[in-house]
C-alpha cells in the first residue's frame, strides 16, 4: 500500500478507534498547532503535497476492502492554505465518493467549505476540531489554523447542508485552554449548531511538543511543563497526566454533552465506560451515512483518474 494504510494509532494500546484506513494527501501540515503529535515523527515543516499521490491512490484503493471506512487527515490537515492550489483532498473525495468509499474527514481548514457540493453526494461525515472559543488563545496554540470562529461558520454550513458533524474538542490542555466555563459554552454552541456528537481528550506531552509548548505560552507554557514533568506517566512514548487529573479536565466537557443529549466520546484515555463514552465509535466513523452502495474491486474503473494527475 502506498498512501491508503490502516490506520496507526501511534501504537497506542488505548486507541479505541474501529478498523480503518487512514489518507493523508499532504505530508507536514501549515496550520503549525503547537500541540501537535506528527512532528515528532516527521518534523515541522509545512504541508507538502505527496508526489504521484492520485496515482498512489488508484493503486491502494484496487487493494483494499471497499467496506472500510476512509479518514482523511489522521496525521496531516487536508485542508491547509495549499489545498487551493493543488487540490489533492478534492480530487481524492470526488473519487472516493464516486466509487461509494465511507469517508470521515478530520480537520480545522475552512477551504473544505468548497467541496461541501461532492460531500453531499458521498457516503461522508466530518470531525471538524475546536479547541477553544478565544481567539486570541487558538492564535497562540494554533496560529497558521483558522480562527475558532470560521470553523463555527463551516460547522454551521455542514449542519444545515445534512452532513454529518462530530466535533473533536481536543486537546484539552491544562491551565491554557481547560476553563470550565469556556468549555461548557463551547459545547453549548455547538449543540446550538445541531452538532450531536463529540470527543475529546486531554494533552498527551511528546518531548517535542512540550518543549514547543514552553517557549510559546510563555508562563502558562513553564507551568504546563513543569507539570508534566513532575506528574506525567510514560505511556507508549507520550506524557499522560494521572487519571484522577485527565478526569477534572474533561469532566466539565462531558458534563455539558449529557446537559445537551450530544453523543460523547473520549480518545485514548482508557476511560470507556458509559459515564466518559456513550455513542458507537470514538471517532465519529459511525456518522458516516451510506448514500452510495460501495462498489466492490471488480467494479470499479478509477484508471481515468490518472490523467488528473499532471
Ligand atoms: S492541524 Fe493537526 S496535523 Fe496540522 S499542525 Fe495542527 S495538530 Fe498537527
Not at 467494479?299 to 499532471?310: F, K, M, Q, T, V
Request: hydrophobic share 35%; with cysteine; proline share 8%.
Amino acid at each position: 500500500m502506498r498512501v491508503l494504510r490502516p490506520f496507526d494509532p501511534w501504537n497506542s494500546p488505548l486507541c479505541t478507534c474501529p478498523f480503518k484506513y487512514s489518507l493523508n494527501p499532504y505530508t507536514g501540515c501549515s496550520h503549525m498547532c503547537l500541540y501537535c503529535y506528527a512532528t515528532s515523527y516527521i518534523g515541522i515543516k509545512e504541508s507538502i503535497p505527496k508526489r504521484n499521490f492520485i496515482k498512489n491512490l488508484v493503486h491502494d484503493l484496487k487493494r483494499t476492502n471497499p467496506l472500510v471506512p476512509i479518514n482523511i487527515g489522521t496525521s496531516s490537515d487536508p485542508y491547509p492554505p495549499e489545498e487551493s492550489i493543488y487540490k489533492l483532498t478534492r480530487r481524492a473525495l470526488t473519487m472516493l465518493a464516486e466509487i461509494g468509499r465511507k469517508v470521515l474527514i478530520t480537520t480545522k481548514g475552512t477551504i473544505l467549505r468548497r467541496d461541501i457540493n461532492i460531500m453531499k453526494r458521498g457516503n461522508v461525515a466530518v470531525t471538524p476540531t475546536i479547541t477553544t472559543l478565544d481567539e486570541k488563545l487558538a492564535k497562540m496554540i494554533e496560529p497558521k489554523a483558522p480562527p475558532p470562529k470560521e470553523r463555527l461558520n463551516v460547522i454551521s454550513s455542514l449542519v444545515s447542508n445534512n452532513i454529518p458533524v462530530g466535533v473533536r474538542v481536543d486537546p484539552i490542555i491544562p491551565y491554557v485552554n481547560d476553563d470550565n466555563k469556556e468549555m461548557e459554552e463551547l459545547v453549548a454552541n455547538l449543540a446550538g449548531l445541531g452538532v450531536n456528537f463529540i470527543v475529546t481528550s486531554t494533552y498527551k506531552a511528546k518531548p517535542d511538543n512540550l518543549v514547543r509548548m514552553k517557549k510559546g505560552l510563555g508562563e502558562l507554557g513553564e507551568r504546563l511543563y513543569r507539570l508534566y514533568k513532575n506528574k506525567g506517566i510514560k505511556v507508549q512514548g507520550y506524557i499522560y497526566l494521572p487519571r484522577g487529573m485527565r478526569e477534572t479536565l474533561l469532566n466539565p466537557i462531558i458534563k455539558s454533552a449529557k446537559k445537551h443529549g450530544i453523543e460523547y466520546a473520549t480518545c485514548r484515555e482508557g476511560l470507556t465506560t458509559k459515564d466518559w463514552f456513550n455513542a458507537p465509535s470514538c471517532d465519529g466513523t459511525h456518522l458516516i451515512p451510506i448514500k452510495i452502495k460501495p462498489k466492490n474491486k471488480m467494479e470499479i474503473n478509477l484508471d481515468r483518474w490518472l490523467a488528473s494527475e499532471g
